[in-house]
C-alpha cells in the first residue's frame, strides 16, 4: 500500500488545518491507521490513531482536545483535523498503517508510511 500525506502548511497560532493521508494501491478499510509526527532533531512521536472501524480513536496528551482523527473507508482516506494549533505542533507529520501487533502508539508497530507533510506553526 502506498501512502500520501497532504494538507501541511504555514498557519499562524490559533489557526486550523486538515491533513489528507490517501492510500492506493490496496484497501486501508480493514487496516487501523496513525499519525506521527517528527520535529528537527527529535524522534518520530505519535500524535492519533483510529482503528479500522472509526471506534476507537487514541490521541497523545499533547494533542487531545485539539486535534482529531477520522477516516473515510469509502475514499481509502485517514484524515488529521488540528485546531489550535501551537508552535510547538511544528514538524514533519506521517501517517502510517498500524501492524496488528504493538502499541498504537509506537512506531515500530507500523509496517507502512507515507512520506510527510510540513505543518509550520508561527507564532
Known amino acids: 500500500v502506498q501512502l500520501q500525506a497532504s494538507g501541511g502548511g504555514l498557519v499562524q497560532a490559533g489557526g486550523s488545518l486538515k491533513l489528507s493521508c490517501a492510500a492506493s494501491?490496496?484497501?486501508?478499510?480493514?487496516?487501523?491507521m496513525g499519525w506521527f509526527r517528527q520535529a528537527p532533531g527529535k524522534d518520530r512521536e505519535f500524535v492519533a490513531a483510529?482503528?479500522?472501524?472509526?471506534?476507537?480513536?487514541y490521541y497523545a496528551d499533547s494533542v487531545k482536545g485539539r486535534f482529531t482523527i477520522s477516516r473515510d473507508n469509502a475514499k481509502n482516506t485517514v484524515y488529521l483535523q488540528m485546531i489550535s494549533l501551537k508552535p510547538e505542533d511544528t514538524a514533519v507529520y506521517f501517517c502510517?498503517?498500524?501492524?496488528?501487533?504493538?502499541?498504537?502508539?509506537?512506531?515500530?508497530?507500523?509496517?507502512?508510511w507515507g512520506q510527510g507533510t510540513q505543518v509550520t506553526v508561527s507564532s
Open positions: 502510517g498503517r498500524w501492524g496488528p501487533r504493538g502499541l498504537y502508539s509506537n512506531y515500530e508497530s507500523y509496517d507502512y
Open positions: 494501491g490496496r484497501t486501508i478499510a480493514t487496516s487501523n
Open positions: 483510529i482503528n479500522w472501524s472509526a471506534t476507537s480513536t
